[in-house]
T-cell receptor
Framework: QKEVEQDPGPLSVPEGAIVSLNCTYSNSAFQYFMWYRQYSRKGPELLMYTYSSGNKEDGRFTAQVDKSSKYISLFIRDSQPSDSATYLCAMREGSARQLTFGSGTQLTVLP | DAGVIQSPRHEVTEMGQEVTLRCKPISGHDYLFWYRQTMMRGLELLIYFNNNVPIDDSGMPEDRFSAKMPNASFSTLKIQPSEPRDSAVYFC??????????FGAGSRLTVL
């Protein structure tokens, strides 16, 4: 079993829809949680970064962490065609120096 | 800032040849990471440096892989000899901290 599980999709939604992307993990020592966005033929770029449990909002994006369930989510409101990309979750133990990435979910927002 | 610069962007080579991938990190970033991305295995950390010193190379698949960081502005990842299973996109990333990585555009390697 992988430490971090992420549904690879692909996920296709109409423009304006609310998108929910999720990751589950098995390592209870993970404390830092990130979402990276990767456009085709590009490197990943950091989208959201949260520490421990709770919610964090940034514009149309909301990151949610539920450590008790070992479950993190990224919500995209009013999705746009420019949001079409692969979304990777990543997480890290407090004392570790490396990130563990999910396999990524491919999202397409149709105009 | 030009971001993390990687070269070459694409490399096609034959099995057994030496491959050298290059990376220029963002100035002032103390951490440099080399990742490999494939459809099957996703994004895998190969090695990372802190202040030019290799800290963890446990992700380097075999002795055929080596990485150096002779100074704060340059790093190389070398594969010798290359094999078809090394075909992947290799990313370099730099960071002032562990979490906030800035990735380069990647080097797409095809080994025939």
């Amino acid at each position: 079993q992988k430490e971090v599980e992420q549904d690879p999709g692909p996920l296709s939604v109409p423009e304006g829809a609310i998108v929910s992307l999720n990751c589950t993990y098995s390592n209870s020592a993970f404390q830092y949680f990130m979402w990276y966005r990767q456009y085709s033929r590009k490197g990943p770029e950091l989208l959201m970064y949260t520490y421990s449990s709770g919610n964090k909002e940034d514009g149309r994006f909301t990151a949610q962490v539920d450590k008790s369930s070992k479950y993190i989510s990224l919500f995209i409101r009013d999705s746009q065609p420019s949001d079409s990309a692969t979304y990777l979750c990543a997480m890290r133990e407090g004392s570790a120096r490396q990130l563990t990435f999910g396999s990524g979910t491919q999202l397409t927002v149709l105009p | 800032d030009a971001g993390v610069i990687q070269s070459p962007r694409h490399e096609v080579t034959e099995m057994g040849q030496e491959v050298t991938l290059r990376c220029k990190p963002i100035s002032g970033h103390d951490y440099l990471f080399w990742y490999r991305q494939t459809m099957m295995r996703g994004l895998e950390l190969l090695i990372y440096f802190n202040n030019n010193v290799p800290i963890d190379d446990s992700g380097m698949p075999e002795d055929r892989f080596s990485a150096k960081m002779p100074n704060a502005s340059f790093s190389t990842l070398k594969i010798q000899p290359s094999e078809p299973r090394d075909s992947a996109v290799y990313f370099c990333a730099s960071s002032p901290t562990i979490n906030v990585l800035t990735f380069g555009a990647g080097s797409r390697l095809t080994v025939l």
